[in-house]
């Protein structure tokens, strides 16, 4: 047994340039003369990657010498981004790496740069999945996340005549010093094939097949900041050189001897670019079984080690599904403590449901996942028969407590009844897990009023929690907000803020300090001035800092109402043409800004997208308005661009339907930053209103228990749009932007197609609450002390908050800091 004492890493200039030099010399073969900013990243992030490794592995040695109790968040997205400049500031070595860069001739931001985002994840569920496993290395939890190494990533987005066009996301096609290929750890995974039942127990079968796949793992450091804790991604690639067929390929036949490759390697070759609706794709399933497989395999291994009996496993192990993604590894368990560990149903039924927790991400019903019976019979008949099992034994439980109501059973089946059956993955998820949680308080009421209220009648309020989404203030305040991180140092005394927002109180005490607001001010310009050099970058659009940003950046969905936004543009746009030049120099300058990307088969989200791009031509290249108003569509959003971004909002849109977003997550980075916003009364939206006041936020639209009865209406009666949208309507059809017919779609969707996202009911509140902003944006010492109070109140939305919850409610663990035990 070793001591684990404070690993010393050497911060001295020349010990750091002799390691940066010796990663080009021997790794990348080339020589300082020759080095070009590419190599000048790759050599220093191997250099910091040697850094990392000494506590990375005795973090693992550690946790695993103590027999901690560890939290395994299973997620098909892990949406990380970048991880070089992540690294420098948890190891506190950002100074020094700038400066021997800077002797050399590199700056430290040039170099950052060089690295391409692992954007292994769509969009929220994703990056939350990266947040938390930065919280739990941060504040010491034994975690490790779980995922699928994709080799291509979310797409890149590239915009052609207004249009999405997506491009592959090639991100290894250079060297990944953030990964580590564990060629030891692979599991075989099995589809297909038939099962052959145990002579002496009925409910226990070996399941045969030849279609084998190994999937082998790869690990990605999570560096934890202010600790020695380094956490772990563990993605799962499906390996093929096994799969060669060197008697085909003796024979002449090539293809035939490269096709088990190809079949294997598909698995984990891309991400799909869904988010929110359910394809119900073959691959997709066979991609989360290899996911769940390897996974519950790696865990079981692990256990086995501690020689400690299987049912003991909720002990050391708490297993979290992000959403229905990885709710195969429910009945995966299952056969393996049955089928392999010869546990009894009820043991191993037991075991499961203590291991697994299930969190819900969504409401909309077409996110809901369903896999069709006869397909998943084929693929997985041993898991479809433990599917119909865990039915029928919870079926005979419910009828027992509520006899003769069909109807109930019927509802809550895990098995649709529909033509053909289906597989309700939520119910899976529900029925196997201990504890069920939303991720806002608003949509954990409405899980339990809508998809799970029969079973929180069934099994018990209890079951049935809310755990408020957070972000993390490493990524999401210190990283990519360097001017307002070192204001709240100076007003903290120090960095501990950083692993503690509740700290951010102090800064309430500025607020009349005039010196401090002035720098604060200072800071969003300059992170401003940041925005516009990147949007003249990216777009050729030139934007003032000095006029207001007002920004809306996520994934393109109707519910998010992208559509509300560029109308309102629009009718903005009326207005300032129907002023006098005299009139329109009163007004205030605004940057309207959008990002984001549509699933490549969303056609209505890509319309959305044109029309911005349409708008933005016509609205921009009017010499009239000047910069009165601007309109910017920055290409490609990912986790860099929104570094970028997120600082630099003066105001930001959350604005979908009231109901809708379960959560919204850069609602809060927005204010952490600074921002204010204009949102609905929505999902985080609320919990942030009460937190910052309702004096720092600008709320309108109808509430989510008015929407069904809207809805209701609009179905039956034609909607009224007020002049406001009618104007904006007529300019679309009277070809201001183009040709009319290309949008005609969206504005049917809305006058014939029962406005489902009620823009028709919204958007005269809507226009009014950016009056309200503009008259607040005009009160520059008022706005000023409504961005500083708003982020000293903003401590709920840190990760740490959220995971520190999850921890003590639902996995049962607690922290366990290496270094501080000898
Ligand atoms: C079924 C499959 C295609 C699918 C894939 C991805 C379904 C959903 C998703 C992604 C969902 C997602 O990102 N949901 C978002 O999760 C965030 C974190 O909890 C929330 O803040 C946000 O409101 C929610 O839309």
């Not at 519950?296 to 086995?304: E, N, S, T």
């Not at 609009?714 to 040709?739: C, V, W, Y």
Request: hydrophobic share 40%; aromatic share 10%.
């Amino acid at each position: 047994f070793r001591a684990y004492s404070h690993s010393e890493i050497a911060r001295d200039a020349a010990t750091i340039k002799n390691s940066v030099v010796m990663h080009l010399t021997t790794t990348f073969l080339r020589t300082p003369d020759s080095m070009d900013s590419g190599h000048a990243y790759l050599a220093s992030a191997f250099s910091v990657r040697d850094r990392l490794l000494q506590r990375w592995n005795l973090t693992n040695e550690y946790h695993s010498n103590i027999g901690a109790k560890t939290i395994y968040y299973m997620s098909l997205e892990f949406l990380v981004g970048r991880t070089f400049d992540n690294a420098l500031l948890a190891l506190q070595l950002r100074d020094e790496y700038a400066g021997v860069l800077g002797d050399v001739g590199f700056r430290l931001e040039d170099i950052i740069d060089e690295e391409r985002d692992a954007a292994l994840g769509n969009g929220g569920l994703g990056r939350l999945a990266a947040c938390y496993v930065d919280s739990m290395a941060s504040s010491n939890y034994p975690g490790w996340g779980y995922g699928l190494r994709y080799r291509y990533g979310m797409f890149q987005q590239q915009i052609i005549n207004g249009y999405q066009v997506e491009a592959p996301d090639c991100w290894l096609d250079s060297p990944n010093p953030w990964e580590f290929p564990r060629a030891d750890v692979t599991y075989p995974v099995k589809f297909y094939g038939h099962l052959v039942r145990d002579p002496e127990v009925s409910y226990r079968y070996k399941w045969e097949s030849n279609v084998v796949y190994d999937a082998m793992a790869f690990d990605m450091p999570v560096p934890g900041y202010g600790t020695e804790n380094v956490g772990n991604i563990r993605l799962w690639s499906c390996k093929t050189n096994g799969l060669f067929d060197l008697n085909k390929f003796n024979a002449g036949d090539y293809q035939g001897a490269t096709g088990g490759q190809v079949a294997a390697q598909i698995l984990t070759d891309v991400l799909y670019p869904n988010d929110n609706t359910n394809e119900g794709k073959e691959l997709r399933l066979r991609q989360e079984f290899l996911f769940c497989s390897a996974t519950l395999q790696d865990i079981i291994a692990r256990f086995k080690k501690t020689g400690k009996p299987m049912t003991q496993l909720p002990e050391l192990a708490a297993i979290q599904l992000n959403d229905t993604h990885p709710t195969l590894g429910i009945p995966e368990l299952m056969r393996i403590l049955i089928d392999e560990e010869g546990l009894s149903w009820d043991e191993a039924w037991d075991t499961t449901t203590k291991t697994f927790a299930f969190t819900n991400h969504t409401v909309l019903p077409e996110a809901m996942e369903k896999w069709p019976v006869p397909m998943m019979d084929k693929i997985l008949p041993r898991h479809m028969g433990i599917i119909y099992d865990i039915n029928l034994f919870f079926l005979q439980s419910v009828e027992e407590r509520f006899p003769k109501d069909r109807e109930l059973l019927r509802n809550i089946s895990i098995i649709e009844e529909s033509n053909s059956q289906q597989v309700r993955m939520a119910y899976l998820a529900c029925v196997g897990s201990h504890k069920v949680n939303g991720v806002a308080a608003i949509h954990s009421d409405i899980i339990k009023q809508t998809i799970f209220k029969d079973f929180v009648r069934i099994q018990g309020e209890d079951k049935f929690i809310n755990k408020t989404n957070g972000v993390s203030p490493r990524r999401w305040v210190n990283e990519c907000n360097p001017d307002m991180s070192r204001l709240i140092t100076e007003a903290v005394g120090d960095r501990s803020w950083i692993n503690d927002l509740t700290k951010l109180k102090v800064l309430e005490s500025k607020v009349d300090d005039k010196e401090f607001r002035q720098s604060w001010w200072e800071a969003k310009q300059k992170n401003k001035a940041r925005l516009a050099e990147y949007i003249l970058a990216t777009t050729g659009i030139n934007v003032s800092p000095d006029a207001l940003f007002d920004v809306q950046v996520k994934r393109i969905h109707e519910y998010k109402r992208q559509l509300m936004n560029i109308l309102g543009v629009i009718y903005r746009y009326h207005r300032l043409k129907q002023m006098s030049a005299a009139e329109r120099t009163k007004e205030l300058h605004r940057v309207v800004v959008f990002a984001g990307k549509a699933a490549a088969g969303y056609w209505v989200a890509k319309q959305v997208i044109k029309l911005i791009n349409s708008v933005a031509e016509v609205v921009n290249s009017d010499e009239e308005i000047g910069d009165v108003l601007k309109v910017v569509f920055i290409p490609d959003y990912s986790v860099t661009a929104a570094e970028y971004i997120i600082p630099a909002s003066d105001i930001s849109q959350h604005i979908s339907t009231a109901g809708t977003e379960a959560s919204g997550t850069s609602n809060m980075k927005f204010v952490l930053n600074g921002g204010i916003i204009l949102g609905t009364v929505d999902g985080a939206n609320i919990e942030i209103g009460e937190e910052v006041g309702e004096e720092q936020i600008f709320f309108f639209g109808c509430l989510a228990h008015e929407v069904d009865e809207f809805r209701h209406y609009l179905r039956f009666h034609q909607p009224k749009p007020d002049e406001a949208l009618q104007a904006a309507f007529d300019m679309i059809q009277s070809n201001t932007f183009g040709d009319a017919h290309i949008f005609q779609p969206l504005i049917d969707a809305v006058l014939c197609g029962g406005d489902v996202y009620l823009l028709t009911v919204d958007f005269p509140s809507y226009v009014e609450a950016h009056k309200a902003v503009e008259a607040a944006y005009r009160q520059h010492d008022d706005w000023v002390t409504k961005s500083i109070l708003s982020v000293s109140r903003m401590a709920k939305f840190s990760s740490d908050r959220a995971v520190q919850e999850y921890a003590e409610e639902i996995w049962n663990i607690e922290p366990a800091p290496v270094g501080k035990s000898t």
